[in-house]
């Protein structure tokens, strides 16, 4: 049977030294644990070390005025009880719902799901949508990139060796929404996520997009087609038609390409408008 050691480090400085022990592929590193575990068999590279994230002092989350940080291994469960987080980011309390199940939300992460980077990710579209930034720390220093530029595809993620997700950052409250359409709600993973989000500052739209390959993307010539904080039927028709061409869906087991495209359309009409609904819209008292 294969042994390896299994590390719990509690401050920063230990974890990023556990992960320079040893040779490249041999270290695992688990948050919640609840994808990386399923990647045990069939590993080219013998397993030397877990190095589990669980006892790092990262089990954050902050309002700053608008702004808030979530440290990237607070479980999405106690994210999604936080009292603010419906009234002031509706479109976020949404996508953590949408993810597994209440136990599975208990041990999961939002480190964790960006890392696994998933086409079908439901917490990538909103902070797409957003504007988050994912504040990544290594031996060598600490940098901050935009969700855009660090999602890459499946498994793929800007996160170099060495090198750990420490919290993501959503720089202002935003009315949003996120709508997603599964075959099986309770157990399986979105044919198509929406998330929509209007910035008073920027004055603006975002809209992204999930289950979309090789990762979730931002629309931008849809958002341009939404003028304000309330576009009428005719503008949100033009962005959904712009939005389920552009998409470059495929098809699997879960859907069509075709049937992908339709469910971006309606799914983009009914989520701006659920935004523009909701009390923390602009404009609403
Ligand atoms: C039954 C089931 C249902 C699921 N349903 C959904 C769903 O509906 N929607 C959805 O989006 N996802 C779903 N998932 C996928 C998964 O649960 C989520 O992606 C979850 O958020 C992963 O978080 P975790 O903390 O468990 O990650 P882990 O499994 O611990 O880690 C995942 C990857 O991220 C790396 N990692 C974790 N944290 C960090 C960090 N801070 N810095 C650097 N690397 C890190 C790990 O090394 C690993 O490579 C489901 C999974 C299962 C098993």
């Given at each position: 049977?294969?042994t390896?050691?299994?590390?719990?480090?509690?401050?920063?400085?230990?974890?990023?030294?556990?992960?320079?022990?040893?040779?490249?592929?041999?270290?695992?590193?688990?948050?919640?644990?609840?994808?990386?575990?399923?990647?045990?068999?069939?590993?080219?590279i013998?397993?030397?070390r877990?190095?589990?994230?669980?006892?790092?002092?990262?089990?954050?989350?902050?309002?700053?005025?608008?702004?808030l940080?979530?440290g990237?291994?607070?479980?999405?469960?106690?994210?999604?009880?936080d009292p603010?987080?419906?009234?002031?980011?509706?479109?976020?309390?949404?996508?953590?719902?949408?993810?597994?199940?209440?136990?599975?939300r208990?041990r999961?992460?939002l480190?964790?799901?960006?890392?696994?980077?998933?086409?079908?990710?439901?917490?990538?579209?909103?902070?797409?949508?957003?504007?988050?930034?994912?504040d990544?720390?290594?031996?060598?220093?600490?940098?901050?990139?935009?969700?855009?530029?660090?999602?890459?595809?499946?498994?793929?993620?800007?996160?170099?060796?060495g090198?750990?997700?420490?919290s993501?950052a959503?720089?202002?409250?935003?009315?949003?929404?996120?709508l997603?359409?599964?075959?099986?709600p309770?157990?399986?993973?979105?044919?198509?996520?929406?998330?929509?989000?209007?910035?008073?500052s920027?004055?603006g739209?975002r809209?992204?997009?999930?289950g979309?390959?090789?990762?979730?993307?931002?629309?931008?010539?849809?958002?341009r087609?939404?003028?304000?904080?309330?576009?009428?039927?005719?503008?949100l028709?033009?962005?959904?038609?712009?939005?389920?061409?552009?998409?470059?869906?495929?098809?699997?087991?879960r859907?069509?390409?075709?049937?992908?495209?339709q469910?971006?359309?309606?799914?983009?009409?009914?989520?701006?408008?659920?935004a523009?609904?909701?009390?923390?819209?602009?404009?609403?008292?």
């Open positions: 049977m294969a390896f050691s299994f590390v719990q480090p509690s401050t920063t400085d230990e974890a990023l030294a556990a992960l320079r022990l040893g040779e490249p592929g041999e270290t695992m590193i688990v948050a919640g644990g609840t994808d990386v575990l399923f990647g045990l068999e069939g590993r080219r013998p397993l030397k877990v190095v589990s994230l669980r006892h790092l002092p990262w089990k954050t989350l902050s309002w700053a005025g608008e702004s940080r979530i990237s291994t607070l479980p999405l469960r106690t994210l999604e009880r603010d987080l419906r009234r002031r980011i509706p479109g976020l309390w949404q996508a953590v719902r949408a993810v597994g199940s209440v136990a599975l208990h999961a992460t480190g964790g799901n960006l890392v696994r980077s998933s086409p079908a990710s439901d917490l990538i579209p909103i902070l797409l949508a957003l504007d988050s930034e994912v990544i720390i290594g031996m060598e220093g600490e940098r901050s990139l935009p969700v855009d530029q660090f999602v890459r595809a499946s498994r793929t993620t800007a996160l170099g060796s090198e750990l997700i420490r993501v959503i720089p202002e409250a935003r009315a949003s929404a996120f997603w359409q599964r075959v099986r309770a157990n399986d993973i979105s044919q198509v996520g929406v998330a929509v989000a209007y910035s008073p920027r004055k739209w809209i992204a997009v999930g979309v390959v090789p990762r979730p993307v931002l629309l931008p010539q849809a958002e087609l939404l003028s304000g904080p309330f576009p009428g039927a005719a503008e028709r033009a962005a959904a038609q712009e939005a389920s061409m552009r998409v470059p869906f495929a098809t699997d087991r859907a069509t390409e075709e049937y992908r495209r469910l971006v359309a309606t799914l983009l009409q009914r989520a701006v408008r659920a523009g609904s909701h009390p923390s819209s602009p404009g609403v008292p």
